[in-house]
Nanobody, 118 residues
């Protein structure tokens, strides 16, 4: 069992920054992969970024490349998402997830809301 708790969401103007955090109840070093997802109203959930190989490898959706940075601190069992140059289209609920196997994600957080106004 793993519990994931996100924080750091809020309302910002376009061009602003936010840093999301996701604290895990289990060691993040024991995960195979962790990721951030988002879901906007009326849209499907999409992957924003993921990290694996104990932080060695990362993936970013094209829409956030160069603006978002995913990282993890295994000493604090925390996953981060630094979001810069935010755009209104980044608005949505952001979820972190942890995978302990090679396919899919096993545990999800409850989400944190990000709202970007123009």
């Amino acid at each position: 069992q793993d519990q994931l708790v996100e924080s750091g969401g809020g309302s910002v103007q376009a061009g602003g920054s936010l840093r999301l955090s996701c604290v895990a109840s289990r060691s993040t070093d024991s995960t195979y992969r962790m990721g951030w997802f988002r879901q906007a109203p009326g849209r499907e959930r999409e992957v924003v970024a993921s990290i694996w190989g104990r932080g060695t490898y990362t993936y970013y959706a094209d829409s956030v490349k160069g603006r978002f940075t995913i990282s993890q601190d295994n000493d604090k069992n925390t996953l981060y998402l630094q979001m810069n140059s935010l755009k209104p289209e980044d608005t949505g609920s952001y979820y972190c997830a942890a995978a302990y196997g090679r396919t899919g994600y096993d545990y999800w957080g409850q989400g944190t809301q990000v709202t970007v106004s123009s």
